[in-house]
């Protein structure tokens, strides 16, 4: 396991970024009715891909940044998933763990993707961590940004309120946009202020965070009420097998402490967990080169790996079966 800092030379992380970023297409793949908007780079049908799953309440256009750096190497999808920014939002929809997982899996099933190397932020966590263990068979990699297989945790603020029938409603009626904007920033005034998130990205996030959202996130919530008893479980089911991981996490975040970034690794022992000091819980938006760095610098030595012809034999090496 190695750790690391923010402190990396600029020089370093301009080495790993000097290339030409891939071109964003977007399109859309439907499960079982529901549809789900996406954002694609890299090659259209390769079965070997970057999958990014974003969390509450977040969408595919939180990485825009990553899709264009990890697409000039390889195919990358990230999703909008269901009740979240443009995607379709039924009231029936299941905002579990595995309502989402099997969402996810239709979709990959869809786009034809069978080598997954999954990156994972909050929520998308849980959801893409829950598909993982059912598929370990397809799970290439796991890079997990300020989420993971939680255990010990306790909600922050906000999910205490909207956990509660009627005041969790009454709260999202009454969330303005400056006040959605803010909570976002920083959960709680008295901690220390992760760096700013940029205005053009809240105001993003607050146009998508519309009335069947805002009611998304009340049922995803109230699934995943017990979500710290789903940790060692699944911590327990994907340690059983060596999976390449990469842990990023802002120290800041007033969401999901920093505390429980080195949880990560009872799940992934040779995990590599890099702690960004001044970010919060938007790591890829707030510190997008130290993240895309570090992220590239994981998945290159994949890639290349899985690209490597197997060797062919010539005639006569094959010897006849006696």
Avoid at 193 to 200: C, G, K, M, R, V
């Amino acid at each position: 396991m190695a750790e690391t800092g923010c402190t990396r030379g600029t020089h370093q992380i301009e080495q790993l970024r000097r290339h030409d970023v891939a071109e964003i297409r977007t399109s859309e793949v439907i499960v079982d009715g529901v549809r789900s908007p996406l954002l694609a780079t890299g090659p259209d049908h390769d079965s070997t891909a970057v999958v990014f799953i974003h969390g509450n309440p977040g969408s595919s256009h939180d990485f825009r940044g990553l899709l264009a750096t990890v697409g000039d190497h390889t195919r990358a999808v990230a999703l909008d998933m269901p009740g979240f920014g443009q995607a379709d939002k039924p009231r029936n929809f299941s905002q579990s763990a595995v309502g989402h997982a099997r969402h996810l899996d239709g979709a990959l099933a869809k786009l034809a993707i069978s080598d997954v190397h999954l990156v994972l932020h909050d929520f998308g966590g849980l959801w893409g961590l829950t598909w993982a263990a059912a598929h370990l068979e397809q799970v290439a990699s796991i890079t997990l940004m300020n989420t993971g297989a939680i255990s010990e945790h306790r909600w922050h603020w906000p999910a205490r309120l909207w956990l509660v029938r009627g005041i969790g409603e009454l709260v999202m009626r009454l969330t303005t946009t400056a006040a959605f904007k803010l909570i976002i920033q920083h959960g709680y005034a008295l901690k220390p202020w992760p760096t700013p998130l940029p205005a053009d990205f809240l105001a993003h996030m607050a146009h998508d965070f519309d009335a069947e959202t805002r009611d998304a996130v009340l049922h995803l919530y109230r699934a995943s009420r017990n979500m710290g008893e789903f940790g060692p479980a699944l911590a327990y089911l994907l340690r059983q097998h060596a999976i390449p991981a990469l842990v990023i996490w802002g120290a800041r975040d007033h969401f999901l402490p920093v505390k429980h970034a080195h949880q990560q690794l009872d799940a992934f022992p040779s995990a590599e967990v890099v702690i960004l000091d001044k970010a919060g819980h938007f790591p890829m938006i707030s510190h997008p080169a130290q993240t895309e760095a570090a992220v590239t610098r994981f998945l290159k030595p994949l890639l290349a790996q899985a690209q490597v012809p197997a060797p062919r034999l010539d005639a006569e090496q094959i010897q006849p079966a006696r």
